[in-house]
């Protein structure tokens, strides 16, 4: 069964080879395998999920070298959730980006580009979750971090070129302060290695052992948007194709959370930037959800929801109980989903009517009944309506901050509250403004040609308000370049693939709800197993 570890992260690079040598032709061809890779990978992620639940933690060494010169990867519970969900929503985008590159008309485009690089993303993930040291984590970084940038400019708009960049100047910052981590771990435990630093941590002086915390927290922040570390995610994210923003969206910023998960639970039990990791809780919240609500554009609004629901998981890792860890690990299960799928029916949105301007909207309830559907029912998740899975990870969270009964508590749990409250109020907004009410006068018709790579760019006095750029549009149609940077023309005709994928998501979302009982008793294993560090170290170590 431990040989099975690595190939997560084998196969989806293994195919991106097979891809590139293919080259832009055998389109169906390319599909195929890109389907087929993510299917295996979601099959291998639940097999090791559940052997990491029924055994223990699974643990491989690389060319079978020994700690600290092998390189090591572990499944446990927490790794082994992760790499399900996520293989899981990374297969439903891919579905969702094959059928917008169909009326994209990409047989017409380098199909070769997106493909290879969505599949390094996927094995760039696969690595962060499964890495068992520090370097590993950081090449994980490092690897989403070269496909993320071809993904976010991939069309080639001057917007998309402009945020990508800040994209990766703030990732290369994070990755030069994580390296400078590294070096520093290095130098005082003699070792990278999580099992070998969870005992050889407790050994260095306090002082120095709070700087490495510090300095890895910082790392993690930034790649989870937390405030204050988060103000790139607003202007990056909306601005690409649906299927990136949404992946993105769903998947980049668990990374850090995961992270911060991994190495406070491991490295750092007792920690001492508890109270610290509650205030930048607390703001994230704030900050994220007034920011939602000053918003007029739905991927914009869903942006700022992502920064403000990132301050519950955080929340939950300072806490660092038995409950709030579970409810942490609950809550990122469920947001990396309902975040997905949110951003996906935005991508819908903006195919059928050009724009995802809040203020050009309307009538959509009566016009598309089953894409109302698919936005309400994930947006009652998302603001934590009950009996769903966002009411199940947020009631965990402010039950084990009530039981911790310290000050510090008190005001994230106020702060978990009204900003579930504010999140019901910023969904009820998107509802009434582009679902409910009737379509504005001027609303765009079916056929407008939306804004392509080669279109020049506008003073910023000519600019549109909206998620792209180029050359003014007629009212109502958002200029937002075509999947690979071609011009294309909004449908009311959606293909299949799109709402089918989107629905999928929701139902995935909603298994939450009904396997809760299932998954909340998962979860406090995995939360035990990871306060307890034993089993993890053992099964690293060998003994």
């Given at each position: 069964?431990?040989?099975?570890?690595?190939?997560?992260?084998?196969?989806?690079?293994?195919?991106?080879?097979?891809?590139?040598?293919?080259?832009?032709?055998l389109?169906?061809?390319?599909?195929?395998?890109?389907?087929?890779?993510?299917?295996?990978?979601?099959?291998?992620?639940?097999?090791?999920?559940?052997?990491?639940?029924?055994?223990?933690?699974?643990?491989?060494?690389?060319?079978d070298?020994a700690?600290?010169?092998?390189?090591?990867l572990?499944?446990?519970?927490l790794?082994g959730?992760?790499?399900?969900?996520?293989?899981?929503?990374?297969?439903?985008?891919?579905?969702?980006?094959?059928?917008?590159?169909?009326a994209?008309?990409d047989?017409?485009?380098?199909?070769?580009?997106?493909?290879?690089?969505?599949?390094?993303?996927?094995?760039?993930?696969?690595?962060?979750?499964?890495?068992?040291?520090?370097?590993?984590?950081?090449?994980?970084f490092?690897?989403?971090?070269?496909?993320?940038?071809?993904?976010?400019?991939?069309?080639?708009?001057a917007?998309?070129?402009?945020?990508?960049?800040?994209?990766?100047?703030?990732?290369?910052?994070?990755?030069?302060?994580?390296?400078?981590?590294?070096?520093?771990?290095?130098?005082?435990?003699g070792?990278?290695?999580?099992?070998?630093?969870a005992?050889?941590?407790?050994?260095v002086?306090?002082?120095?052992?709070?700087?490495?915390?510090?300095?890895?927290?910082?790392?993690?922040?930034?790649?989870?948007?937390?405030?204050?570390?988060?103000?790139?995610?607003?202007?990056?994210?909306p601005?690409?194709?649906?299927?990136v923003t949404?992946?993105?969206?769903?998947?980049?910023?668990?990374?850090?959370?995961?992270?911060?998960?991994?190495?406070?639970?491991?490295?750092f039990?007792?920690?001492?930037?508890?109270d610290?990791?509650?205030?930048a809780?607390?703001?994230?919240?704030?900050?994220?959800?007034?920011?939602?609500?000053?918003?007029?554009?739905l991927?914009?609004?869903?942006?700022?929801?992502?920064?403000?629901?990132?301050?519950?998981?955080?929340?939950?890792?300072?806490l660092a109980?038995r409950?709030?860890?579970?409810?942490?690990?609950?809550y990122?299960?469920?947001?990396?989903?309902?975040?997905?799928?949110?951003?996906?029916?935005?991508g819908?949105?903006e195919?059928?009517?050009?724009?995802?301007?809040?203020?050009?909207?309307?009538?959509?309830?009566?016009?598309?009944?089953?894409?109302?559907?698919?936005?309400?029912?994930?947006?009652?998740?998302?603001?934590?309506?009950?009996p769903?899975s966002?009411?199940?990870?947020?009631?965990?969270?402010?039950?084990?901050?009530?039981?911790?009964?310290?000050?510090?508590?008190?005001?994230?749990?106020?702060?978990?509250?009204?900003?579930?409250?504010?999140?019901?109020?910023?969904?009820?907004?998107?509802?009434?403004?582009?679902?409910?009410?009737?379509?504005?006068?001027?609303?765009?018709?079916e056929?407008?040609v939306?804004?392509?790579?080669?279109?020049?760019?506008?003073?910023?006095?000519?600019r549109?308000?909206?998620?792209?750029s180029?050359?003014p549009?007629p009212?109502?149609?958002?200029?937002?370049?075509?999947?690979?940077?071609?011009?294309?023309?909004t449908?009311?005709?959606l293909?299949?693939?799109?709402?089918?994928?989107?629905?999928?998501?929701?139902?995935l979302?909603?298994?939450?709800?009904?396997?809760?009982?299932?998954?909340?008793?998962?979860?406090?294993?995995?939360?035990?197993?990871?306060?307890?560090?034993?089993?993890y170290?053992?099964?690293?170590?060998?003994?």
């Amino acid at each position: 069964m431990n040989a099975l570890v690595p190939l997560p992260v084998l196969l989806p690079l293994c195919v991106t080879g097979l891809k590139l040598a293919i080259g832009p032709r055998l389109h169906r061809f390319q599909r195929f395998i890109s389907l087929a890779v993510l299917g295996a990978v979601l099959v291998l992620s639940v097999v090791l999920m559940v052997a990491a639940d029924r055994h223990g933690p699974l643990s491989v060494h690389l060319g079978d070298f020994a700690p600290p010169v092998g390189i090591t990867l572990v499944v446990d519970r927490l790794a082994g959730l992760m790499l399900t969900v996520s293989s899981a929503v990374t297969l439903l985008v891919l579905v969702y980006s094959l059928g917008q590159g169909m009326a994209d008309r990409d047989d017409q485009a380098p199909v070769g580009v997106f493909h290879p690089a969505y599949l390094i993303l996927v094995a760039g993930v696969s690595c962060t979750f499964l890495a068992g040291d520090l370097v590993n984590l950081y090449v994980g970084f490092e690897i989403m971090l070269v496909a993320s940038f071809v993904l976010l400019t991939i069309g080639g708009t001057a917007t998309r070129i402009r945020a990508g960049s800040t994209y990766v100047i703030i990732s290369l910052f994070s990755s030069v302060l994580f390296l400078v981590a590294i070096a520093m771990t290095y130098a005082v435990a003699g070792t990278v290695n999580f099992a070998q630093l969870a005992e050889r941590l407790q050994e260095v002086p306090l002082g120095v052992r709070t700087l490495l915390e510090a300095m890895l927290l910082t790392v993690f922040a930034i790649k989870a948007a937390v405030f204050p570390l988060a103000a790139w995610l607003p202007d990056s994210y909306p601005t690409a194709p649906a299927p990136v923003t949404a992946v993105f969206a769903g998947l980049l910023t668990k990374v850090g959370v995961y992270s911060m998960l991994r190495t406070q639970t491991l490295l750092f039990p007792g920690h001492r930037l508890g109270d610290l990791l509650m205030l930048a809780a607390l703001a994230s919240m704030a900050v994220g959800i007034l920011g939602a609500v000053a918003q007029t554009d739905l991927k914009r609004v869903l942006s700022f929801t992502l920064i403000s629901h990132i301050g519950y998981m955080v929340f939950g890792i300072a806490l660092a109980g038995r409950a709030s860890i579970a409810g942490a690990i609950v809550y990122v299960a469920h947001h990396i989903t309902v975040q997905t799928t949110l951003f996906l029916v935005a991508g819908l949105v903006e195919r059928r009517d050009g724009t995802t301007e809040l203020t050009r909207l309307g009538g959509l309830a009566k016009a598309a009944p089953l894409l109302a559907v698919l936005f309400f029912v994930p947006a009652l998740n998302l603001a934590g309506i009950p009996p769903l899975s966002g009411f199940i990870g947020k009631l965990g969270l402010m039950r084990a901050g009530v039981a911790d009964g310290g000050g510090w508590a008190w005001a994230p749990v106020a702060g978990s509250a009204a900003t579930s409250l504010l999140t019901l109020y910023v969904m009820a907004k998107v509802w009434n403004l582009a679902f409910w009410r009737d379509a504005p006068p001027g609303a765009e018709e079916e056929g407008v040609v939306l804004e392509s790579a080669e279109d020049d760019e506008p003073d910023d006095e000519e600019r549109p308000t909206g998620s792209g750029s180029g050359l003014p549009v007629p009212a109502g149609a958002v200029v937002a370049a075509g999947f690979l940077g071609q011009s294309i023309t909004t449908s009311k005709r959606l293909p299949w693939p799109m709402p089918a994928a989107t629905g999928a998501a929701v139902a995935l979302g909603l298994s939450y709800t009904v396997f809760g009982g299932p998954l909340t008793t998962f979860t406090q294993a995995a939360a035990t197993e990871l306060l307890a560090r034993t089993p993890y170290i053992e099964a690293v170590l060998g003994r």
